[in-house]
């Protein structure tokens, strides 16, 4: 029985339904009762294992595919109708080729299936930030894990209407053959098409598939910005919070710094950090000419391996109850599971990722390297009082971040909106051996969007630099870039990060009071050494050396000839974006260049 009237939502169904020809179609109310009858239904053919209740209560084990196992960047399409508004970041595919090709793969592959309709609300239901989509779907992987993800059920119908502004969302696992695999982006249409998939980051497309590619195109031409930031809150003990946006590439701390505790020293004065996301912030100029910011997901889609008391105890915290376990270690002897980096005692009589016996004296990886949890925002423990606030948070300062041994000091602020627009433009990434191919290789990744804009990267900046010219200079959030990641001549981290970022967090909000000085370089503003609070700061770097001012000195320094060397590989960067490249972008460049001389 549909949940609507809205012709356009009917349409849609109905021509999936034709296409696919399930055996039934099922419309996701989201009640309680029926996603437990889903996952009972899940249970009975092994796509679901409940784990313990006692220890991990309302917790779910799921294996993907032994081929399936992280996003397909390969075979990933944005379908417009012009090749050039794709861009030089982007794959690209004419929109009736890729129709007609997803249409050949689709054509009967629900025989014998049923049919999952999933209305969805990306942000809170009725926000004026928040964007519908529908996810016709045959996984019941998928409907469990977008009712964690998302706001799910009859009440986003109610609040949609008639209207026609939804995406319309089209997965099926069809064979879960890879030379079939497609994740095709219609951004003109409001459509995404995933086929033969059924990894999360590939079929749960209210994440990167519509919350950034389609939402970033939608942003662009509703006046708004979808972006790939955590949104945290840092409350003063006078019971004040400030907001910031930060955006980080893989494996630089971002779940970390969305989750972060203060150092003691801090916490005893009665500081405070509140997770309003981990992964995406929708961005749009409020009434007071500010800019605000929600997180459009209800979830964490975070990694396993490494997630541990210590190294970020609150994300932790989040996964002990209602959580769905991806591709980690299971221990069907008391139904609990485990991953690398958990603890020091990998559990015996265990099965691996792949569902095999495990011995952990093998040397062999218990949990796949991108195993997830899927795990409910609610429940973790920082959690903002705000995050679910229909008009968002406002953003006092905007954080790119990059991993450089030497270039990119401990921190520094851009000199307007425009350099600030710059500075993410040139976010980059040293391959660490973690990544595939040669270490120590600069990846530009502006924004930490480059797999994620929806259209041209060159319009893109275009959309930060005129998003900047809408907003009153003292209203601009302040941009600013960190590197945590400065290393010795011996390869060692000579910042501790961490909680401890914290300390360079509260210079940055200092800054955006006007409330300390800094120095003028080459690249933007940099803090004097003595206006990080470094009190109560114990760390030793490998090799005994004791952390001082001295090193921090170090690691607020601006090596003209590294940056020299940088400025060659942005021009060689901005070459590929070609004439789109916004005037401004090339004037910075130009300046930093003359600066360096």
């Known amino acids: 029985m549909a949940l609507t009237t809205n012709k356009k939502v009917l349409?849609?169904?109905?021509?999936?339904?034709?296409?696919?020809?399930?055996?039934?179609?099922?419309?996701?109310?989201g009640s309680e009762e029926q996603?437990?009858?889903?996952?009972?239904?899940?249970?009975?053919?092994?796509?679901?294992?409940?784990?313990?209740?006692?220890?991990?209560?309302?917790?779910?084990?799921?294996?993907?595919?032994?081929?399936?196992?992280?996003?397909?960047?390969?075979?990933?399409?944005?379908c417009t109708s012009r090749e050039e508004d794709a861009g030089p970041t982007n794959n690209w595919m004419a929109p009736e080729k890729a129709y007609a090709m997803a249409?050949?793969?689709?054509?009967?592959?629900?025989?014998?299936?049923?049919?999952?309709?999933?209305?969805f609300s990306m942000g809170p239901v009725g926000s004026p930030f928040a964007k519908v989509g529908i996810e016709i779907t045959d996984s019941i992987y998928v409907v469990v894990s977008m009712a964690i993800m998302t706001r799910i059920g009859q009440k986003v119908l109610d609040v949609l209407g008639d209207s026609n502004d939804f995406v319309r969302g089209l997965h099926g696992k069809c064979e879960l053959c890879e030379e079939d695999r497609y994740i095709l982006q219609f951004p003109e249409d409001n459509a995404i098409w995933s086929c033969n998939s059924g990894y999360g980051g590939n079929v749960l497309l209210g994440k990167k598939c519509f919350a950034l590619r389609i939402a970033s195109y939608q942003g662009r031409q509703e006046g708004w910005m979808a972006e790939h930031m955590l949104i945290l809150g840092i409350e003063t003990p006078q019971g004040e919070t400030k907001?910031?946006?930060?955006?980080?590439?893989?494996?630089?701390?971002?779940?970390?710094?969305?989750?972060?505790?203060?150092?003691?020293?801090?916490?005893?004065?009665?500081?405070?950090?509140?997770?309003?996301?981990?992964?995406?912030?929708?961005?749009?100029?409020?009434?007071?000419?500010?800019?605000?910011?929600?997180?459009?997901?209800?979830?964490?889609?975070?990694?396993?391996?490494?997630?541990?008391?210590?190294?970020?105890?609150?994300?932790?915290?989040?996964?002990?109850?209602?959580t769905i376990f991806t591709n980690v270690v299971y221990n069907p002897g008391d139904g609990t599971v485990w991953w690398e980096g958990l603890d020091k005692n990998p559990p015996k009589g265990a099965l691996n990722w792949?569902?095999?016996?495990?011995?952990?004296?093998?040397?062999?990886?218990?949990?796949?390297?991108?195993?997830?949890?899927?795990?409910?925002?609610?429940?973790?423990?920082?959690?903002?009082?705000?995050?679910?606030?229909?008009?968002g948070v406002p953003l006092s300062a905007i954080i790119f971040g990059g991993r450089r041994a030497k270039t990119a000091p401990l921190v520094y602020q851009?000199?307007?909106?425009?350099?600030?627009?710059?500075?993410?433009?040139?976010?980059?990434?040293?391959?660490?051996?973690?990544?595939?191919g040669a270490v120590g290789v600069v990846r530009r990744d502006p924004m930490a969007m480059r797999p994620f804009i929806g259209y041209h990267v060159g319009d893109y900046f275009q959309h930060w630099i005129d998003m900047g010219k809408t907003i009153d200079d003292d209203k601009k959030p302040k941009i600013f870039n960190v590197n945590w990641f400065r290393l010795n001549e011996n390869g060692a981290f000579l910042w501790p990060g961490f909680g401890d970022n914290f300390r360079v967090l509260e210079w940055i909000l200092k800054r955006c009071e006007g409330k300390v000085d800094a120095v003028e370089t080459e690249i933007?503003?940099?803090?004097?050494?003595?206006?990080?609070?470094?009190?109560?700061?114990?760390?030793?770097?490998?090799?005994?050396?004791?952390?001082?001012?001295?090193?921090l000195k170090s690691i607020l320094t601006v090596e003209k000839s590294y940056w020299r060397e940088d400025a060659a590989s942005i021009r060689d960067f901005y070459a590929t974006i070609g004439e789109k490249l916004p005037k401004e972008l090339r004037d910075c460049l130009q300046t930093l260049e003359n600066k360096l001389k």
């Open 11 to 29: 349409e849609f169904v109905d021509m999936a339904r034709d296409l696919m020809q399930p055996d039934k179609v099922v419309w996701i109310d």
């Open 35 to 78: 996603l437990e009858q889903l996952r009972k239904q899940a249970m009975q053919t092994g796509e679901l294992i409940k784990l313990n209740e006692e220890k991990l209560p309302g917790c779910y084990y799921h294996r993907s595919a032994l081929n399936d196992v992280a996003r397909v960047e390969g075979r990933t399409y944005i």
């Open 103 to 119: 249409s050949d793969i689709f054509r009967g592959s629900m025989k014998g299936r049923d049919m999952y309709v999933i209305p």
């Open 243 to 322: 907001y910031v946006a930060a955006a980080f590439p893989s494996a630089c701390g971002k779940t970390n710094l969305a989750m972060l505790i203060p150092p003691e020293l801090y916490r005893e004065k009665g500081y405070k950090v509140w997770t309003v996301g981990d992964d995406i912030a929708w961005i749009r100029k409020g009434q007071d000419g500010r800019l605000w910011a929600i997180n459009p997901e209800a979830g964490f889609f975070g990694v396993a391996p490494g997630t541990n008391a210590k190294s970020n105890p609150n994300a932790l915290a989040s996964t002990q109850k209602g």
């Open 354 to 391: 792949k569902g095999e016996p495990w011995d952990p004296a093998s040397g062999e990886k218990g949990a796949h390297p991108n195993s997830r949890f899927t795990a409910p925002a609610k429940n973790c423990p920082c959690i903002s009082p705000e995050w679910e606030a229909p008009q």
């Open 414 to 436: 851009s000199r307007d909106w425009d350099h600030g627009v710059f500075v993410g433009s040139i976010m980059a990434s040293e391959t660490t051996a973690a990544a595939t």
């Open 524 to 551: 933007g503003y940099v803090p004097k050494a003595e206006d990080i609070n470094l009190d109560g700061l114990d760390y030793t770097i490998e090799g005994d050396e004791k952390f001082t001012i001295d090193t």
